[in-house]
């Protein structure tokens, strides 16, 4: 999530226990631990979105996987978030394990008025780079160079990484014709109820936080067998 303090082992296994179970009786709230502002706080998901409204949901983000996988798997991302870096390597195990079962959709999660300077470019660097087909090397590339992220140039840096043209890139992000999007994402968000990262919904139901491999490939398993 977006704040670096480490939940205790035990405490992370016992709610993860709790997400499976509630999770099989009717999957209408999934929890987990949640640090925000120096507090731990275990914080319950409830319900399902709509077939629908999570449909809708998925046109303006970005897929990895197979379009026509049975399980999806929004995510509301930050780069910055060290959980949210923490999921993203849980994230490539399952796909590797459910290669024709799995997509991965990808939104921002970032208050862009909250902050000010280039640094706040990176995510209008990921759509950048979707519009020359390399969202997922930039994504990948993002998380790789966590350190850099707070350099003036860190989109510049990322686009460099995962070997973007960098001409198309600079009249892209030069133009901030992407800032709206990542406004769009996080106001969107905002009205789901999102307030940490990462915050997922795996076929419309809301899993809060980097849950551990097991438990998100129990839940996984779930759905394709629904």
Not at 13 to 23: E, G, K
Not at 75 to 86: G, L, P, Q, W
Not at 120 to 130: I, K, T, Y
């Given at each position: 999530?977006?704040?670096d303090t480490t939940a205790s082992v035990t405490r992370v296994d016992r709610l993860a226990i709790l997400t499976l179970i509630l999770a099989v009786?009717?999957?209408?709230?999934?929890?987990i631990s949640v640090w925000t502002e120096g507090r731990r706080d275990a914080v319950l998901g409830q319900g399902r979105?709509?077939?629908?409204?999570?449909?809708?949901?998925?046109?303006?983000?970005?897929?990895?996987?197979?379009?026509?996988?049975?399980?999806?798997?929004?995510?509301?991302?930050?780069?910055?978030?060290?959980?949210?870096?923490?999921?993203?390597?849980t994230i490539e195990t399952l796909r590797s394990r459910y290669p024709q079962h799995l997509e991965v959709v990808y939104k921002h999660y970032v208050?862009?008025?909250?902050?000010?300077?280039r640094p706040f470019l990176v995510p209008e660097g990921a759509e950048c780079a979707a519009e020359q087909d390399r969202f997922e090397a930039y994504h990948a590339a993002a998380f790789a160079n966590a350190r850099a992220l707070d350099y003036a140039d860190a989109a510049w840096l990322i686009a460099e990484a995962a070997a973007l043209d960098s001409l198309s890139f600079e009249r892209c992000i030069s133009s901030r014709r992407h800032a709206q999007t990542v406004r769009d994402h996080y106001n969107e968000a905002r009205e789901l109820g999102v307030h940490v990262t990462p915050t997922m919904f795996l076929n419309g139901l809301r899993l809060v936080g980097a849950l551990p491999l097991r438990a998100l490939d129990s839940l996984i398993a779930g759905e394709l067998a629904r």
């Amino acid at each position: 999530m977006s704040t670096d303090t480490t939940a205790s082992v035990t405490r992370v296994d016992r709610l993860a226990i709790l997400t499976l179970i509630l999770a099989v009786v009717g999957g209408v709230a999934v929890g987990i631990s949640v640090w925000t502002e120096g507090r731990r706080d275990a914080v319950l998901g409830q319900g399902r979105l709509g077939p629908a409204e999570f449909a809708a949901l998925l046109e303006s983000g970005h897929g990895v996987g197979d379009p026509h996988a049975p399980a999806v798997l929004l995510v509301y991302n930050d780069y910055r978030c060290s959980f949210c870096a923490e999921l993203d390597q849980t994230i490539e195990t399952l796909r590797s394990r459910y290669p024709q079962h799995l997509e991965v959709v990808y939104k921002h999660y970032v208050n862009v008025a909250a902050g000010a300077g280039r640094p706040f470019l990176v995510p209008e660097g990921a759509e950048c780079a979707a519009e020359q087909d390399r969202f997922e090397a930039y994504h990948a590339a993002a998380f790789a160079n966590a350190r850099a992220l707070d350099y003036a140039d860190a989109a510049w840096l990322i686009a460099e990484a995962a070997a973007l043209d960098s001409l198309s890139f600079e009249r892209c992000i030069s133009s901030r014709r992407h800032a709206q999007t990542v406004r769009d994402h996080y106001n969107e968000a905002r009205e789901l109820g999102v307030h940490v990262t990462p915050t997922m919904f795996l076929n419309g139901l809301r899993l809060v936080g980097a849950l551990p491999l097991r438990a998100l490939d129990s839940l996984i398993a779930g759905e394709l067998a629904r």
